[in-house]
Nanobody, 124 residues
Framework: QVQLVESGGGLVQAGGSLRLSCAASGRTMRNYAMGWFRQAPGKEREFVVAINWNGRNIYYADSAKGRFTISRDNARNTVDLQMNSLRPEDTAVYYC?????????????????WGQGTQVTVSS
């Protein structure tokens, strides 16, 4: 069984930065694609960014391009999300997810394992 635990969320002013981290346990993630998703109150969960198993292919939602950067460390079984130039509309619970097929995509159905989420709040 795989467990994903996110950390690094918090309250930040608009224009600020946060770095989220996702730590996996129970199994190595080196063959898995990893993704970050978010869900704001009253809205559906939406894709933010995904990285394939070896880190060579990265897919960003338009809202994340130029501001967010995903990275992974397969030796440490972690994946990070650096978020810069944050906006109030980035406020959401951010979830880490693992896709066993390793490709990476924005399709939530492709991800088998999910973390519990970490709250990010951006004040204006």
């Amino acid at each position: 069984q795989v467990q994903l635990v996110e950390s690094g969320g918090g309250l930040v002013q608009a224009g600020g930065s946060l770095r989220l981290s996702c730590a996996a346990s129970g199994r190595t993630m080196r063959n898995y694609a990893m993704g970050w998703f978010r869900q704001a109150p009253g809205k559906e969960r939406e894709f933010v960014v995904a990285i394939n198993w070896n880190g060579r292919n990265i897919y960003y939602a338009d809202s994340a391009k130029g501001r967010f950067t995903i990275s992974r460390d397969n030796a440490r079984n972690t994946v990070d999300l650096q978020m810069n130039s944050l906006r109030p509309e980035d406020t959401a619970v951010y979830y880490c997810a693992a896709d066993p097929y390793g490709v990476g995509s924005g399709n939530t159905n492709a991800y088998r394992y999910w973390g519990q989420g970490t709250q990010v709040t951006v004040s204006s």
